[in-house]
């Protein structure tokens, strides 16, 4: 689990790509430190698994469902990423509940200046709008976010220098793709309330069963 706070930016340094798959390794210096073979760090935004580590790289294997979900399949050699270590139990919560499963993309589609405040307007499909809420959160590339206005189509952040500064938005242009994780929630939330109870398997627990066993 993240919190999409984010900790370092670094750099695509090779893809390797595979039929169905890639190979990614990032040079990157803080998100290394106490990191093992195995762990999970979010790379804009995307759980991906420690493969190898060396003093200042590590490389992560990406799946064909993840390729197809995100806008990995973007990336180039020496393009910026964000990165944040998965949360430690010890750690501040400073954003909110990131899982590092992307749900979809959206696109840029305005970039403008309020005072000392950078908004940013990102479009995306009908399936994800139904889970983004005004004054609620989202991760966009892995970033910790507030919305602050929501359309038909799109939805806005307003953003501080140093967030733009610390992270890939300072790379972001209109017509950028970026990856998308609504508020786990807000998901959880729908499915209980259209989940149909009455397909469900009826419980064969019965306080005759209960009191048959000692339970009173």
């Known amino acids: 689990m993240f919190t999409g706070i984010i900790e370092e930016v670094g750099i695509v340094t090779q893809i390797t790509h595979l039929k169905d798959s890639a190979v990614l390794t990032i040079s990157a210096n803080k998100v290394l430190e106490g990191t093992k073979v195995g762990d999970s760090i979010a790379v804009n935004g995307i759980c991906l698994t420690v493969t190898t580590l060396t003093n200042d790289s590590f490389t992560a294997d990406v799946m064909h469902e993840t390729l197809n979900r995100s806008s990995l399949t973007q990336l180039t050699s020496k393009t910026h990423v964000n990165l944040e270590r998965a949360m430690a139990a010890t ?11 992307v749900d979809g993309i959206g696109t840029i589609t305005n970039i403008r200046r309020d005072s000392i405040a950078i908004w940013f307007t990102i479009q995306t499909t009908p399936e994800l709008m139904r889970f983004v809420v005004e004054k609620g959160s989202i ?21 501080i220098p140093h967030t733009v500064a610390q992270t890939v938005l300072s790379k972001r242009r209109v017509g950028s793709i970026v990856n998308l994780e609504t508020d786990i929630i807000g998901k959880y939330v729908e499915k209980f309330l259209t989940y149909n109870h009455h397909e469900a398997p009826k419980s064969t627990i019965t306080k005759d069963l209960l009191s048959r066993y000692g339970f009173t």
């Open 139 to 159: 991760t966009i590339d892995g970033i910790s976010l507030t919305v602050a206005k929501v359309g038909n189509t799109d939805f806005s952040i307003s953003a």
């Open 91 to 101: 750690g501040r919560f400073g954003g909110h509940i990131v899982l590092g499963h």
